[in-house]
């Protein structure tokens, strides 16, 4: 595992084919913008995901850990809700959320790349291509983006096409829009 610290954010990389044993706990909270669902693998969270239903929160729990045990854990994981809400919400964090990022070399790459682009800024596909080393790789980063399971903790919103639109988000286009509209103007 390769650990990295940004701001309020520990990111615990490994690689896709490292998994922790035992079950994903997870717990379901509100935010600004609707239900969330935050999992826990036992070395940190492993999923933030954003819906409109707590089955939707579930489907993408299911879909993104399909092999795991998947134990609603409330109580236990009430300090990382609390935290992911305040995120989600503020941008902010009063205390460092642990986040067990597993994905190749390349997507920790690119996602390590996200957590630098400042609240209420944008970089595009093309720009994180190059901040990565590898300019030729936007589809790469999209793919990246499409397949990061941590919502807002690791800032995929902040990526845009070349013109500036705003493309495609895991979590809906309406929220990107809105999560980048309320980050400049904090």
């Known amino acids: 595992m390769n650990t990295s ?59 993104a850990f399909p092999q795991r045990e998947h134990v609603q854990a409330g109580e236990v994981l009430r300090s990382e809700l609390e935290q992911v809400i305040s995120l989600v919400d503020t941008g902010k964090t009063s205390k460092v959320l642990n986040l067990d990022v597993g994905g190749t070399v390349f997507q920790q790459k690119v996602w390590t790349a996200l957590q630098h682009i400042p609240a209420g800024q944008t970089r595009s596909y093309s720009d994180v291509a190059c901040e990565v080393g590898n300019p030729d790789a936007i589809r790469a980063v999209a793919g990246a983006c499409a397949a990061n399971v941590l919502a807002v903790a690791i800032p995929c919103h902040r990526v845009v096409r070349s013109d500036g639109a705003i493309s495609g988000y895991r979590w809906g286009v309406e929220r990107k829009r809105t999560l980048l509209e309320k980050e400049s103007n904090r």
Do not use: K
């Open 5 to 63: 610290l940004l701001s309020s954010i520990n990111l615990i990389f490994r690689s896709p084919r490292e998994r922790p044993a035992g079950a994903i706990r997870y717990t379901i909270g509100r935010t600004i913008f609707g239900p969330v669902l935050v999992g826990h693998s036992g070395y940190g969270i492993c999923a933030i995901f954003l819906d409109d239903t707590d089955a939707g929160l579930l489907n993408q729990l299911s879909a």
